[in-house]
């Protein structure tokens, strides 16, 4: 079992432009989280998808967009970046749509804005 | 607002005791976790409390108030390699999002 792996692990891209990161889940989990985690601050929810919906939303601004596809791997988009959108991105995955189970964190995606 | 309060360091001594405590607003809540991240990686899952008392696991333990809104990681015999940063994090209403601490960052010295 792979368990959550993520892409890319790192990132350098310069104020205004755009990213995608990608995740894919634990196999048997349909359920995927994404955080954003500055340093030496605890996660911060953005959203959760499961059934190819966004289910749940934190308090990020639009410019952050999510995709999930049929096999449960999940995108993050990130548009018009600024240098304070420079942090780690955490994918985390739960089965059974309910987001209370354990949550598994993939290895996470550095991201710095320039 | 839904905050989750930790103490952002602690240090101990190796083979001693430490307990890590949280404290969380309760309305909503249904569960708590706590997990283990080492500087640069992913966090990893130690425990999960939805009800009252005490979930021990090996050398860590965890304790649950869901009146007080309050939870403690407790690790005994510590080793060096337990430094690292605890993070407190608490699941609000069916089907939700978790909300984290901001983690306390543990030194263990010999």
Known sequence: DAGVTQSPTHLIKTRGQQVTLRCSPKSGHDTVSWYQQALGQGPQFIFQYYEEEERQRGNFPDRFSGHQFPNYSSELNVNALLLGDSALYLCASSPGGQGGNEQFFGPGTRLTVL | ?110
Not at chain 2, 3 to 26: F, H, K, L, R, S
Not at chain 2, 64 to 77: C, H, I, P, V
């Open chain 2, 1 to 110: 607002g839904q905050n989750i309060d930790q103490p952002t360091e602690m240090t101990a001594t190796e083979g001693a005791i430490v307990q890590i405590n949280c404290t969380y607003q309760t309305s909503g809540f249904n569960g708590l976790f706590w997990y283990q991240q080492h500087a640069g990686e992913a966090p990893t899952f130690l425990s999960y409390n939805v009800l009252d008392g005490l979930e021990e696991k090996g050398r860590f333990s965890s304790f649950l108030s869901r009146s007080k809104g309050y939870s403690y990681l407790l690790l005994k015999e510590l080793q060096m390699k337990d430094s690292a940063s605890y993070l407190c994090a608490v699941f609000y209403n069916q089907g939700g999002k978790l909300i984290f601490g901001q983690g306390t960052e543990l030194s263990v010295k010999p």
